[in-house]
């Protein structure tokens, strides 16, 4: 992790879109960050899909309803739309590490949610999702993993690299919800460190990735975490939602 004054001085600070002036490692200014679409209520209480309108309390949506998912619940701060969207992709594919900050000042967003604030004794310790070494290695960092780093440091919450994917798979976009859960099962083990010790054994995770999809990568890491590492629960936090 790099300081932010060594990015100050390696990338003058200044605002992804407008351009403007910005101090201690923040590429987003207020204005711009106004722009983006936070997710509110009322949404889906399982994979925080928003919707329009006013919904019942407890609601579920039809695609979580009867649904057998391993994560208590997913919470996604920001629909990966417009701006949102242009932001991660210019850290994930780009490589643009420095924007690691503000990204995970905008998942922090998501403490709003009482479900999330609520959870202090024990606190919530952060998991980020992995990648496959290959992929890692071609993208050099895991995206998860520095937004759930720097998101651990200012919340002062523990961090364990819980997780490693043993399987590489091919993208899950085309594939239909059952056949993607198939492609997923046994993508993920707990790193031995943590098979040896069981640092998260009853403790409540907060999963953290960049963006909630279809909620299957998801679902198979909260399998893993509840079932091999004896985790309490397992929530979810990404910084987008698609
Ligand atoms: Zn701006
Ligand atoms: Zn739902």
Redesign the pocket.
């Known amino acids: 992790m790099i300081p932010a004054r060594w990015l100050d001085y390696l990338y003058p600070p200044s605002?992804h879109?407008?351009d403007?002036p910005l101090r201690k490692g923040r590429y987003?200014?207020d204005?711009?960050r106004a722009k983006l679409h936070p997710i509110a209520t009322p949404f889906c209480l399982r994979c925080g899909m928003p919707f329009d309108g006013a919904l019942p309390d407890h609601f579920e949506c039809h695609q979580c309803r009867g649904q057998d998912l391993s994560f208590e619940f997913a919470r996604a701060a920001y629909l990966a739309r417009d701006e949102a969207r242009e932001l991660m992709h210019s850290f994930k594919y780009e490589k643009q590490l420095h924007l690691h900050r503000d990204l995970a000042s905008l998942a922090a967003d998501a403490w709003d949610d009482p479900r999330l604030a609520t959870q202090t004794a024990p606190p919530w310790t952060l998991v980020p999702v992995p990648l496959h070494w290959r992929r890692k290695q071609w993208r050099w960092f895991n995206q998860a993993e520095e937004i759930a780093r720097t998101l651990a440091r200012e919340r002062n919450l523990p961090l364990v690299k819980a997780l490693r994917r043993v399987r590489y798979t091919t993208q899950q976009t085309r594939l239909h919800r059952r056949a993607r859960l198939e492609n997923l099962r046994g993508a993920f083990r707990l790193a031995r460190r943590v098979a040896r010790r069981q640092p998260l054994r009853g403790k409540p995770v907060l999963l953290i990735d960049d963006v909630f999809t279809t909620g299957s990568t998801a679902n198979e890491c909260a399998r893993v975490l509840k079932a091999e590492a004896g985790a309490e629960k397992v929530v979810v936090l990404t910084v987008l939602r698609g």
């Open positions: 605002c879109f407008c403007a987003l200014c204005a711009c």
